[in-house]
């Protein structure tokens, strides 16, 4: 499983590889095979050919950080470009996650992400692929080294989930009575049952994500 990190086009116009330096062309410098905005023709590329070298360092200014470009970058007026900011694996696992606010049959394909790398990933959009395949887009919040999130990028249509609410019969738990006041304990139950069934050759694992109710104790 592979995972892009994409900067927005705004950011992107701040620094690129110097046109003189690389010969290559357009609004796409530094991405191998692209040049004046359009794919060049020619035999297609593995996801993991794209891969380049980082040009840039992070670094911590007080609550905040930033990416010094380490090396001199010329764009001209009216173009834009993008180069790699960070390039690095991080740890992820793929899990499955089932929430009623989303859908209230099928789960989303997902990713338990942990940023192992010494840098701060930024917010901001992720294009996931599965196998060099395109498998969707997910947005994230600021993950600082060590911190984990969880995304959701496409609905996983081989998993089914039926969920079943139940209210128990009310208990009798206790009655006092203190000075011509009587107090009554009743207790209220309510089961969920989440039935999993998955259609596909391969495991999954399914994180349930149940709604919590401040007036229920879960």
Do not use: C
């Not at 593995?46 to 980082?54: D, K, P, Q, R």
């Not at 089932?98 to 294009?127: C, E, V, W, Y």
């Amino acid at each position: 499983l592979q995972t892009v990190m994409r900067p927005s086009i705004d950011r992107a116009r701040m620094a690129a590889p110097a046109m003189a330096d690389t010969g290559m062309g357009g609004g796409m410098g530094g991405m191998p095979g692209m040049a004046g905005g359009g794919m060049m023709p020619g035999k297609p590329m593995a996801l993991g050919e794209f891969g380049g070298t980082s040009m840039a360092a992070g670094e911590k200014v007080g609550t905040l950080f930033q990416y010094a470009i380490q090396q001199p970058v010329t764009i001209p007026r009216q173009r834009s470009a993008m180069i790699p900011i960070i390039n690095t694996k991080v740890e992820g696992e793929k899990v499955s996650v089932f929430s009623r606010a989303d859908d209230d049959k099928h789960p989303m394909n997902g990713i338990q992400l942990k940023n192992t790398s010494d840098l701060h990933l930024m917010a901001g959009p992720i294009t996931v692929f599965a196998d060099n395949v395109y498998g969707g887009d997910a947005l994230i919040d600021d993950i600082a080294p060590g911190d984990k999130r969880l995304l959701t990028y496409a609905m996983d249509l081989s998993v089914e989930v039926d969920t079943e609410a139940k209210a128990l019969p009310e208990e009798f738990l206790a009655a006092k009575l203190v000075r011509g006041i009587l107090t009554i304990t009743r207790k209220s139950r309510t089961e969920v049952t989440y039935t999993i069934r998955n259609r596909a050759k391969e495991a999954r694992t399914v994180l349930v994500e149940h709604p919590q109710d401040d007036e229920w104790k879960l």
